[in-house]
Nanobody
Framework: QVQLVESGGGLVQAGGSLRLSCTASRSILSINTMGWYRQAAGKQRELVAT???????DYADSAKGRFIIYRENAKNTVFLQMNSLKPEDTAVYYC????????????????WGQGTQVTVSS
């Protein structure tokens, strides 16, 4: 089991910045992949950014060049630095952890944070 606690959401004007944090209940070194997803009102949840245990990063096209995902292993925390925010970024942002599962039929176990609201005004 992995518990994820998020913070950092809020209201910001277009062009501004926010930093989201996600703290896991155990060492993130034991988590295969951590990431951020978001879900806008009336839309499907979508991937924003991920970071692997080895430090590899992937970003959604909409996040490239604006968002940075990074981690502080000693604090069991992953951050999402969001810059140049746009109204289109408005959504509930969810932290995700994928733990490699020792099962033949299940590659990973997924854990989710409670979500934090990000609202970007025009």
């Amino acid at each position: 089991q992995v518990q994820l606690v998020e913070s950092g959401g809020g209201l910001v004007q277009a062009g501004g910045s926010l930093r989201l944090s996600c703290t896991a209940s155990r060492s993130i070194l034991s988590i295969n992949t951590m990431g951020w997803y978001r879900q806008a009102a009336g839309k499907q949840r979508e991937l924003v950014a991920t970071i692997t245990g080895s430090g590899g990063r992937d970003y959604a096209d909409s996040a490239k060049g604006r968002f940075i995902i990074y981690r502080e292993n000693a604090k069991n925390t992953v951050f999402l630095q969001m810059n140049s925010l746009k109204p289109e970024d408005t959504a509930v942002y969810y932290c995700n952890a994928k733990v490699l599962a020792p099962y033949s039929s299940i590659p990973y176990l997924d854990y989710w944070g409670q979500g934090t609201q990000v609202t970007v005004s025009s």
